[in-house]
């Protein structure tokens, strides 16, 4: 995030400062180049020191490949959000609690908001938005379609995300499993029995999931 | 319009849902943009003493820091000599976000800091410090029983026909009470803002909101703007059920943040914070009194409910509406009683006071059956009404006998053995239980404005909004059916306060009342399509009047002659044709009472020895008039009994009353139904067009969804096991032997 309001530098210097002078030379010294170093403890420049504060971060989001600089306080749903704008991710909680927030960290489905965003690194992440190829929807966002398995759409890419690996994992052999594994995603639209039936219907489909 | 049910329409806007580019308030990426986190109050009542804002200030990225010492004046919100003063609260107190020192409720806010990312934003908030001085308060309803005032106003009136005590000399009576405790909407979608200036008159906020132009009014009156510098964008919704049916304090705070600080301020609450500041199912008690003959005739209904409301801000719902006028009974009271708590206002939740109503007249009728020796089912045909008892007309359309007869046949209603506490499945005890469900049905005003193009596309627009009903579905279906355009070719455009104004989203109207407007627009493009033809298409149309016109296909055919609409306008050398249309009830409704209605059905597994209830079957019938989107509205259905289920099984917002907190202001505390709660589910609709209400029949569902669905759980629990739930939720704890 880059600083915009120089009005403000003033103010946070000092603990800024304090922070270098405390802790600089002790951990930090070993991972940061010599110059930044300097440029900080002359009390430079905010945005010296806020770079100082991120850790590189190199994730493979989609397909693609991300050589990024995060703060490790980011969480991967936030980093997708916020920095990324990879909205399709959504939140409902940030406590892990309600599931709109699934994505896939290297095939297996996590909750993003309970997931710091450097603890991806070296991994493959897929969002709601990498998992049609191109034109064609996944066969199970098709059948959230054709079995209208959400109404305001919010928690449905956490479903789908969920859904996919939810048959991947063999968990959707009948109605009842679908329904125990599909319950750490809430829809509070009550979508589930329609989305019940559209993870059978894909699963059934017999099509690549 | 014979074709509705031949192919049912996916959601318009289902793709966009499922691949992630639907975009929510919070998704709109502007330059600049700053993060706003709010900190809130740790008492209930009481005064700041003092507020140290230092360390926040000068942690990295903030940009400013709001409290009631620097916090900007709203000009909306400074007294006007000219008018005179507004009526104070019943509870005495005025609420003004960051205006004083006063706290009026716990989670109050009592900072905002706006800072450059959003985990900067949230760090500085935690750096805040306040002091208070505590005051005294009251939080629990059933403490201040004896604290119910009167609402202002003819909506608060007591209403009585007949005589109000006649229950008391009947052969059978019954005098219960009902609880129900705080319920809070909690949408997936966490509620915000986001708001931009543009110098000092001019803002554009992209909000979680029912409804764009209400929103637009709220920040026009707080800032004292021009309508046309004001435009609230609000595409998707992520779900609302009542609680985004006004602009909130919080929205106007970080529309004044953005205005101090000149940059777009983006505001996401967190999930504890939807529990305090943005509305709930306010706690209610209630007492029905009920007297019959022998014979299941009812003689008096008395029906009182007290609710709870905020100390700075009356609320008030339609609670004991549907005992004036669901059954037949010369003698029926109500009377309703608010009282004002140290809590934040409630605001309508789903369903809303009716809903509240709908639990206790609903099981005090299964309980009056059971005294009786009456099917449940039987004894509301006893009393059943066809026309309204409360205003005397008849109802414009009413199709209840039949929703009881086809959901009764469709779970097996006459084949259980209706003694309580009779029928096993394994271990656990089954019991079956039915409820009734009835709202509003309406028709407000809208405007929709049309457009034919060229390029064979039929544009709608219209600022109605869409929380997830599926608006835009049953917008295109309506204007398939009049224009006769593919629906690929139609797009309906809403959540913009630059289109034609259209009501909020709420009461069940949005289907009936903007899509009266798309239905008149389209028909009046038709009529310009064929006077363009009549006038200037030459021999062909020569001696045709306007009934010898069909519409289909994106094609107007005359006789042998059919072109295509696209064609026509090339022809013209017309771009486009397009018409703005006005829509509003006409004066034959004030000659009916029109209701949506719903039947509900419920099959239950009780667990004798733990008390658990799961929901084994469902099916709910909907007399909700001509119906314009079955999936769309099958969705709605499911959804209200999935709501239904929750209201009656397991939610509750608990306050800890000795510090009038929230303890359960989370998904993890706070239980909503999840997947493995809620069985498969029928929808059967008795689609007949009501005759009244607007040239598509159709009346409205969203609410009678879930009107009444909790009883029907509450009194198949009662045949599973012989116990009477009357507090919900039905909780284990109740049950267990
Ligand atoms: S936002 Fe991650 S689980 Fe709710
Ligand atoms: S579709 Fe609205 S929360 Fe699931």
Not at chain 2, 42 to 62: F, H, M, N, Q, Y
Not at chain 2, 254 to 265: E, F, M, Y
């Amino acid at each position: 995030m880059k600083e915009k309001n120089p009005g403000t530098e003033e103010n946070k210097g000092s603990s800024r400062r304090t922070f270098f002078k405390q802790s600089s030379a002790i951990a930090a010294l070993a991972l940061t180049p010599v110059s930044i170093v300097k440029a900080s403890e002359k009390g430079l420049d905010e945005k010296i020191a806020s770079a100082f504060e991120k850790m590189p971060l190199r994730v493979e989001i989609n397909s693609k490949a991300y050589s990024l600089e995060v703060e490790p306080r980011v969480t991967l749903l936030d980093l997708l959000r916020e920095q990324l704008h990879l909205t399709g991710t959504k939140k409902g909680c940030d406590h892990g609690q309600c599931g709109a927030c699934t994505v896939h960290v290297d095939g297996r489905r996590v909750n993003s908001c309970l997931t710091l965003a450097v603890t991806t690194e070296g991994k493959k992440v897929i969002t709601i938005e990498g998992l049609a190829k191109g034109e064609e929807l996944h066969p199970v966002q098709q059948a959230f379609i054709q079995f209208d398995g959400f109404q305001c759409g919010y928690c449905t890419p956490g479903q789908i995300m969920s859904a996919v690996c939810c048959i991947r994992e063999g968990h959707a052999n009948d109605p009842d499993q679908v329904r125990e594994f599909m319950s750490g995603n809430i829809c509070r639209c009550g979508a589930y029995s329609n989305i019940v039936d559209a993870v059978m219907h894909a699963k059934k489909g017999g099509q690549q999931i | 319009m014979g074709q509705f049910f031949e192919d049912p329409l996916d959601r318009v806007d289902g793709r966009l849902k499922v691949t992630g580019a639907a975009r929510y308030f919070a998704e709109y990426d502007l330059p600049d943009m700053t993060f706003a986190v709010m900190a809130t109050s740790a008492i209930t009542r009481g005064k700041i003493l003092t507020i140290d804002t230092k360390s926040a200030e000068r942690a990295p990225g903030v940009l400013d820091v709001l409290t009631y010492l620097n916090m900007p004046s709203i000009p909306g919100w400074q007294s006007d000599p000219s008018k005179p003063a507004p009526q104070a609260a019943l509870g005495g107190e005025r609420y003004r976000v960051l205006g004083s020192d006063q706290i009026l409720f716990n989670g109050q806010p009592i900072a905002l800091v706006v800072a450059d990312s959003l985990e900067r934003a949230q760090y500085a908030a935690s750096l805040i410090k306040a002091t208070y001085q505590k005051a005294s308060f009251e939080t629990d309803l059933e403490k201040n029983k004896d604290k119910g005032q009167t609402v202002r106003g003819p909506r608060g009136a007591d209403y009585n026909r007949g005589d109000a005590n006649a229950y008391k000399t009947a052969a059978v009576q019954l005098e219960q009470e009902y609880t129900i405790p705080i319920e809070t909407h909690n949408p997936m979608e966490l509620h915000g803002i986001i708001a931009s200036w543009k110098g000092n008159d001019s803002i554009t906020v992209y909000a979680k909101t029912q409804g764009v132009k209400s929103t637009q009014q709220s920040l026009m009156n707080a800032f004292k703007l021009d309508q046309k510098n004001v435009q609230v964008f609000s595409e998707f919704v992520g779900g609302g059920f009542g609680m985004a049916l006004r602009t909130w304090p919080q929205e106007i705070l970080v529309a004044a943040a953005a205005k101090k600080i000149g940059r777009p301020v983006k505001l996401v609450m967190s999930r504890d914070q939807m529990f305090t500041m943005v509305g709930y199912r306010p706690f209610s008690i209630q007492q029905i009194k009920l007297g019959s003959t022998k014979e299941g005739q009812l003689t008096g209904l008395v029906h009182e409910a007290l609710s709870q409301t905020s100390s700075y801000e009356d609320f008030a719902e339609g609670t004991v509406n549907m005992s004036k006028f669901m059954y037949a009974c010369d003698n029926v009271a109500t009377k309703y009683r608010i009282v004002p708590l140290d809590i934040g206002v409630p605001i309508w939740m789903r369903g809303p006071g009716e809903a509240t109503g709908a639990f206790a007249l609903e099981t005090a009728m299964d309980e009056m059956a059971y005294k009786l020796n009456m099917d449940p089912i039987a004894l509301r045909l006893k009393n059943y009404t066809e026309t309204d008892p409360e205003r005397n007309r008849p109802y414009s359309s009413k199709y209840v006998k039949e929703a009881y007869q086809l959901g009764a046949e469709k779970i097996g209603w006459f084949k259980r053995n209706p003694a309580p506490r009779s029928m096993k499945d394994g271990e656990w005890l089954v019991g079956y239980g039915m409820s009734s469900g009835v709202f509003n049905a309406s028709r407000g005003e809208a405007n929709c404005r049309a457009v034919v193009k060229d390029d064979g596309t039929l544009l709608l627009q219209s600022a109605a909004s869409d929380i997830g009903p599926g608006t835009g579905t049953a917008m295109v279906q309506i204007a398939h059916e009049v224009l006769g355009y593919p629906v690929d070719k139609i797009s309906f455009e809403l959540g913009n306060s630059t289109f034609p104004p259209a009501p909020s989203q709420g009461g069940s109207t949005t289907t009936s009342t903007v899509g009266s407007a798309v239905h008149i627009a389209c028909s009046s493009l038709k009529n310009k399509i064929v006077n363009l033809l009549l006038e200037k298409g030459g021999s062909d149309y020569a001696g045709k009047t306007a009934a010898d016109f069909t519409f289909s296909d994106g094609n107007v055919r005359a006789g042998n002659v059919s072109v295509s609409i696209a064609s026509l306008l090339k022809q013209q050398n017309l771009p486009a044709l397009e018409v703005t249309e006005n829509s509003k009830a006409g004066p034959d409704q004030q000659k009916y009472s029109m209701y949506s209605f719903s039947i509900h059905f419920a099959e239950v597994r009780v667990h004798p020895k733990t008390g658990v209830v799961r929901v084994k079957r469902v099916v709910t019938v909907a007399d909700s008039g001509k119906i314009i989107s079955p999936k769309t509205a099958a969705s709605q259905m499911i959804g209200g009994v999935t709501g239904g289920i929750g209201m009656a099984l397991m939610e509750e917002s608990v306050i800890d009353h000795r510090y009038g907190r929230f303890i359960n202001n989370n998904f993890a505390d706070y239980h909503v139904p999840v997947s493995a709660d809620i069985p498969h589910i029928d929808t059967i609709f008795i689609d007949k067009p009501d005759p009244v209400i607007n040239p598509m029949g159709a009346k409205g569902m969203g609410e009678i969804a879930l009107i009444g669905f909790a009883a029907a759980v509450g009194n198949a629990v009662y045949h599973a096991t012989g116990k009477r739930i009357r507090e919900l939720p039905i909780t284990p704890d109740k049950l267990i032997e």
